[in-house]
């Protein structure tokens, strides 16, 4: 599975570029690049289950791998969510999964850079290939806005 990566550097702490990375409303509007009305439920807490679904209800089910606040966030794919129901055992889905998105938070030149690894699969690539840059653009005027 190739493994694409991103990154960018946010003239804001750590601290508030993760906050406002993972915590509502501003994952909403930042991850509105991939589709308005994404969401979460669950929890950010190593060990946990989280979900990821768009305004139609269908999205990802996975698993935080490892989370250390403000420095590393490591996200476990584990399988679809549609029609209400996890599909972790599919043979669509054990063709990816596990697959994983890592984000990184160093300090530098004053403010935050932020690197993005993930896996790609299932003819996603040129996808995340267009929208992450947006995606993290977005990111970058909603911390240092608050600044």
């Known amino acids: 599975m190739p493994a694409q990566h991103f990154d960018i ?7 508030q570029v993760w906050t406002t990375m993972l915590q509502s409303p501003t994952y909403e509007q930042w ?7 994404s969401r979460f439920e669950g929890s950010w807490d190593a060990g946990q289950t989280i979900r990821f679904f768009g305004p139609d209800g269908n999205g990802m089910v ?14 476990r794919h584990l399988g679809f969510i549609a029609n209400g129901q996890d599909d972790t055992t599919s043979d669509a889905v054990r063709a990816w999964a596990p697959c994983f998105e890592n984000y990184s938070f160093s300090d530098e030149s004053g403010g935050t850079r932020l690197r993005v690894a993930l896996d790609a699969f299932g003819g996603y690539e040129d996808m995340m290939a ?9 990111l970058k005027r909603l911390c240092e806005d608050t600044n």
């Open 9 to 15: 550097l946010i003239q804001a702490p750590r601290e």
């Open 31 to 37: 991850t509105s690049v991939f589709c308005e009305g």
């Open 62 to 75: 996975s698993e935080i791998a490892e989370h250390r606040p403000a420095e590393f966030v490591s996200i």
């Open 130 to 138: 267009r929208l992450w840059p947006p995606a993290l653009d977005k």
